[in-house]
């Protein structure tokens, strides 16, 4: 893990441009949003997810995420099926505060493409150098 500005950048992730991870488990992949996105949206006090059984399109909105100051749609990392929605998250959206990459997750999907779609958001290292870009 590294700090970029104050904000948590895990190893072993993927990163989107809209501030969400994509962690992949075996032949899923977890999917939740940045400590940048967190404190971004300061306290956030409602999470709209999809239901299990539904699919994502990358790129595409799949739900939303409301705080004190705003509301933001979650956009898709990846194309799939979802497989698990944290329902934690939706009865404590406070865990997207308190622990984005631990407790605070939204989806588990089981992805349709996912050798392309990485292809197309960034990896640690290059996660690091854009979240440099941020402050600037």
Same mark, same amino acid.
């Given at each position: 893990?590294?700090?970029?500005?104050?904000?948590?950048?895990?190893?072993?992730?993927?990163?989107?441009?809209?501030?969400?991870?994509?962690?992949?488990?075996?032949?899923?992949?977890?999917?939740?949003?940045?400590?940048?996105?967190?404190?971004?949206?300061?306290?956030?006090?409602?999470?709209?997810?999809?239901?299990?059984? %539904?699919?994502?399109?990358?790129?595409?909105?799949?739900?939303?995420?409301?705080?004190?100051?705003?509301?933001?749609?979650?956009?898709?990392?990846?194309? %799939?099926?979802?497989?698990?929605?944290?329902?934690?998250?939706?009865?404590?959206?406070?865990?997207?505060?308190?622990?984005?990459?631990?407790?605070?997750?939204?989806?588990?999907?089981?992805?349709?493409?996912?050798?392309?779609?990485?292809?197309?958001?960034?990896?640690?290292?290059?996660?690091?150098?854009?979240?440099?870009?941020?402050?600037?």
């Amino acid at each position: 893990m590294v700090k970029v500005d104050g904000y948590e950048v895990p190893e072993g992730l993927y990163y989107t441009k809209e501030f969400e991870w994509v962690k992949i488990e075996a032949d899923k992949v977890r999917v939740g949003i940045t400590d940048y996105a967190q404190k971004q949206l300061r306290e956030i006090v409602y999470a709209e997810l999809p239901s299990s059984g %539904g699919t994502t399109k990358q790129n595409e909105p799949y739900g939303t995420v409301e705080s004190v100051k705003a509301v933001s749609d979650l956009v898709a990392p990846i194309s %799939g099926t979802i497989e698990e929605v944290n329902a934690e998250v939706q009865s404590k959206p406070e865990l997207l505060n308190e622990d984005p990459y631990g407790k605070g997750w939204l989806l588990i999907l089981k992805p349709s493409n996912l050798k392309t779609e990485l292809a197309n958001i960034m990896d640690f290292n290059s996660s690091v150098e854009w979240h440099k870009s941020l402050g600037k």
